[in-house]
């Protein structure tokens, strides 16, 4: 085909369809996907012939202490993405065409570099945009290889001109930071070419890994490896196996013992059951911060201990940036168990598939948001497992658009995100404001949600409920349970304040938003995997194993899963969300629709987290009792359709080979 980038240039063309409001329409449907905030008023002081930058305005103005106008000459640092050729609403209306089953275009993907023939912003935008900037004296220092975004460099001064906003200093939430007064704004000409800027405000916009809080304590200064985390006894092999007789009953019950941690047996038994299928021909995809040392000899261990088919040569690789950055600001070592139970558990359920890690250089957006560039201009994976996110409603979420290209841009290709929907409930618990998480609300990602599951002997899937936890303390006296719990985590979930309903959920949930999740798996810490990797004890350094939870969980198993569909499909599908919601109520998602028999489980940990030197804590933690969302028929807030079964694994048509 030639170079992609002059071919672009070449049939580049003047008409663009505006990019601020977010509708598409394929097929004669609307999806209905508007960003709600995008109406954000302009800057009281910038021109009338200028358009505002979506979600720049920090949202933590309100509560901020203004330090005054930042110097003139301070330095500013930003990074500006651009749109894609043909705007945003363009691509977004391909995605979905060839991600819907039953349209004229599904299954036909592209290339990357068909995709950046096509789509690839072109060097004529680039160079409007840097005529811009240059003329308010910024400097351009970098544009990315396929003009996704241009790095910029100035003064304060230079960054005002530009975007028409004053830049002042703050404080809020314990930091001081650079920011703008208002919203950002650009020439009117050029409204539909830029579509986020990150940097004017230097706030830090944090990802964090979706492992639930506390599950495993890392201690100490992010510097490999972790501290050493182990679960302590009792516990059972499978649910139910041990009762708590020995301690108080709850509720009038005695309770089971929580489990030492299911493995990848179980899990094939209760999800996959008697199939064949086993992911070979496919490559998941896992992202995540930096990137741990012995991942490989980790991951070979635990199969091998856990009776997981042994990895081939290749069939775990990793994509690595450069350098990695923000060490200490992200706690890179606690992102190390996250790759490890993302890894260990895509291989659990799909003994066959390859595995293709790769590590951003930090936990901040921009850095991530070039890990996605990396794997969708690959095009070597089908699904991509994103066990990370944020509050909807996050300091700055500037970057949503830049996001919504990468992953339309893998719907093009053929590729599928999915995204863990979160551990902490509605979040009034830990922000204040009932939300959902981001990327999981956004509608061109499958958001994956949490169950508490019970394995029973047999390995079948006994019950479910959902994920949502309150620890209850042993009283001093040792005979009974406190009155009162508290909340400690629980699946993410809820109605977007961002996103409106797509056409996919229409009629299924509630009108009006977009729902989160769109399905779910096992999450729950106390019914969740064991997994295994080398950490630092106080007698050494050395592999050992713990049990492990969170939506941090659901998405990898989800993902692992679905590389057994894709493999009965003979390829990906891009966008799950059509598939997925084509099937609701067909039982290939098992509902979940109210509590299970045991109100909870009893949990004993080490006292100091490694072992008895300290004593053992006993406490109960309960099931389904997730903040203010709850579970019930149909698609619900905590478990959306429900979790994968055996049917999931046929549902998707054989493709024609070719």
């Given at each position: ?357 790769y590590a951003s250089s930090s936990c901040l957006d921009r850095d991530l948001l070039d890990a996605f560039a990396r794997i969708n ?282």
């Amino acid at each position: 085909m030639g170079n992609p980038r002059r071919w672009a240039k070449r049939m580049a063309t003047p008409r663009r369809r505006p990019v601020r409001r977010l509708t598409i329409v394929a097929a004669a449907s609307s999806l209905g996907v508007v960003i709600s905030s995008f109406a954000a008023p302009l800057a009281a002081h910038a021109s009338p012939a200028r358009s505002p930058v979506p979600h720049s305005r920090p949202g933590w103005l309100t509560h901020a202490r203004d330090l005054g106008r930042a110097p003139a000459t301070a330095a500013v640092q930003a990074r500006i993405y651009l749109a894609p050729n043909g705007g945003l609403d363009a691509l977004a209306a391909r995605a979905l065409a060839v991600s819907t089953p039953g349209s004229a275009d599904y299954g036909h993907f592209l290339s990357p570099a068909e995709y950046f023939a096509e789509f690839g912003t072109t060097d004529a935008t680039v160079r409007a945009v840097t005529r811009w900037l240059t003329s308010s004296g910024l400097t351009v220092t970098g544009v990315e290889a396929h003009n996704r975004y241009l790095d910029i460099t100035g003064s304060v001064a230079a960054a005002e001109r530009a975007f028409g906003v004053h830049i002042h200093a703050y404080s809020h939430d314990g930091q001081t930071v650079q920011a703008p007064d208002d919203t950002l704004t650009t020439p009117a000409d050029l409204a539909d070419d830029v579509l986020a800027v990150d940097g004017i405000d230097t706030t830090p916009n944090i990802v964090r890994p979706a492992l639930a809080a506390g599950a495993v304590p890392y201690r100490g200064a992010p510097i490999p490896p972790p501290a050493g985390f182990r679960n302590a006894a009792p516990c059972s092999s499978y649910y139910g196996e041990k009762l708590a007789t020995d301690l108080p009953s709850f509720n009038g019950q005695a309770l089971p013992y929580a489990v030492c941690g299911y493995v990848g047996a179980q899990f094939r038994s209760a999800y996959e059951g008697a199939t064949t299928l086993d992911g070979t021909g496919i490559t998941v995809g896992i992202t995540d911060a930096y990137a741990s040392p012995t991942i490989a000899a980790d991951a070979a261990t635990y199969a091998v201990r856990n009776g997981d088919r042994p990895y081939a040569p290749g069939q775990l690789t990793q994509s690595l940036p450069r350098t990695f950055t923000n060490t200490k600001l992200c706690d890179a070592s606690g992102w190390f168990g996250e790759e490890t139970l993302d890894v260990e558990a895509v291989h659990a359920m799909a003994q066959g598939a390859k595995i293709r890690y790769y590590a951003s250089s930090s936990c901040l957006d921009r850095d991530l948001l070039d890990a996605f560039a990396r794997i969708n201009d690959e095009a070597r994976v089908q699904i991509v497992s994103n066990s990370w996110g944020a509050v909807e409603q996050s300091e700055h979420r500037s970057t949503i658009l830049a996001y919504e290209q990468a992953f339309l841009q893998g719907a093009v290709e053929g590729i599928s995100y999915v995204f863990s929907s979160g551990d902490s409930g509605d979040e009034v618990a830990s922000s204040g404001t009932k939300q959902t998480d981001y990327p999981a609300s956004d509608p061109f990602v499958t958001a994956v949600g949490g169950t508490a599951t019970a394995i029973d002997a047999t390995g079948r899937l006994a019950w479910e409920t959902g994920w949502g936890t309150y620890r209850y303390a042993l009283a001093p006296d040792g005979t009974a349970w406190s009155s009162s719990g508290t909340f400690l985590y629980g699946s993410g979930g809820g109605e977007s304040t961002v996103f409106a309903q797509p056409i996919y959920q229409q009629g299924i949930t509630p009108a009006g938003a977009r729902g989160v999740p769109d399905v779910a798996m096992d999450a729950d810490v106390t019914t969740g995997m064991l997994v295994g990797q080398t950490q630092a004890f106080p007698d050494g350094t050395y592999y050992d194993q713990y049990r492990i939870g969170g939506t941090s969980l659901a998405a990898p198993l989800f993902a692992g899963m679905t590389a057994l569909t894709f493999q009965h499909a003979r390829g990906g599908v891009g966008l799950l969300n059509p598939t997925i919601y084509r099937n609701a109520g067909t039982g290939v998602f098992t509902d979940v629709t109210g509590p299970g028999p045991d109100p909870g489980n009893v949990r004993v940990d080490y006292a100091d987290g490694v072992d008895a030197a300290q004593g053992v804590v006993a406490t109960v933690r309960t099931f389904n009792q997730d903040s203010s969302l709850a579970v019930g028929p149909g698609w619900d807030p905590v478990t959306g359709l429900g979790s994968a079964n055996a049917g999931w694994l046929t549902a998707i048509p054989p493709r024609a080979r070719r």
